[in-house]
């Protein structure tokens, strides 16, 4: 009785309200300067979405979003994939000082790669 006596619903949907724009203003800065990518989930990101072979699912991403697209997966781990043996090389080659301090998923790179990678 004294909980109900406090929070009435007025206040429960604005601050629900106010909560929720934060949350949009928040994503909307942080995917500002993102390649494009798919939507996902929330907290989920793209998870679901992944097959158990997602280099077939990366390749449909890259005909649709282009060479360089981006994902997030759970708890929003963001993942950049590059497709195409020219930007590939280009990274890996010409500008690897710009990129070789970055993490590395193996247990992602051997999904991907059926344990071949």
């Known amino acids: 009785m004294l909980f109900s006596q406090y929070l009435s619903l007025p206040i429960v949907v604005t601050t629900a309200a106010i909560f929720l724009i934060w949350l949009t203003v928040n994503w909307w800065k942080n995917n500002q300067n993102l390649p ?3 939507w996902g989930l929330p907290f989920f990101g793209y998870y679901f979405f992944l097959s158990s072979k997602p280099y077939l699912e990366f390749y449909h991403l890259s005909k649709r979003y282009g060479d360089v697209f981006s994902f997030r997966t759970i708890g929003g781990k963001l993942f950049v994939v590059l497709s195409g043996a020219k930007l590939i090389k280009e990274i890996l ?25």
């Open 36 to 38: 494009p990518g798919p």
């Open 93 to 117: 080659v010409n500008r690897a000082e710009e990129f070789i301090g970055r993490p590395q998923e193996s247990n992602l790179l051997e999904w991907i790669s059926d344990g071949l990678g």
